[in-house]
């Protein structure tokens, strides 16, 4: 399998086009809409790993909300089977569904232990509006993902560089 993607900090991500959770088609720079954007491909709603991983998703979603930034989690469940999952988790960010797996294939995070799936690699990305990755985590092993924290800490960080109000007007 060739992963042409580089998923390395200061590459861009690539601009995904999938369906998310409603079957509408959507693109990862629509999504963005200019603002910071936190990743996260996710094995899919089946991972108990993955369920709690989503609900401490669902404990900051308000603060994306009020800070202008945006959540959006991928991976190979059905948009049916994303949309159940997102209601009854009660998130209200986006899933794209890979349920193809067209883009799998090109990204290096392909879960190769699970032949029943074949889903992918938990991984959090935090990018900049135009997609360029700050911070990237390998969350494979539960310890590697980011925390809530770092996940703040990311958007700081990237809001800081992004916002020409950001700092403290001196006069």
């Known amino acids: 399998m060739s992963h042409e993607h580089d998923l390395s900090p200061g590459a861009r991500f690539p601009d995904l086009d999938l369906p998310d959770h409603t079957g509408r088609g959507r693109t990862l720079s629509e999504l963005a809409g200019g603002d910071p954007l936190a990743l996260f491909s996710s094995r899919g709603w089946w991972c108990p790993k993955e369920q709690r991983y989503m609900r401490a998703l669902c404990s900051i979603q308000d603060e994306f909300e009020v800070a202008y930034a945006k959540i959006v989690v991928l991976s190979v469940d059905s948009p049916e089977v994303q949309a159940a999952f997102r209601a009854g988790l009660g998130a209200r960010f986006t899933f794209l569904s890979d349920a193809q797996r067209r883009w799998i294939a090109q990204l290096p995070l392909c879960e190769g232990t699970d032949t029943l799936h074949h889903p992918y690699r938990p991984a959090a990305f935090t ?33 800081r560089q992004v916002r020409p109000d950001w700092e403290v007007p001196r006069e």
């Open 127 to 159: 990018l900049f509006p135009d997609l360029t990755i700050h911070r990237a985590y390998n969350g494979y092993w539960y310890w590697g993902r980011a925390t809530m924290e770092e996940v703040r800490r990311d958007m700081r960080e990237i809001s």
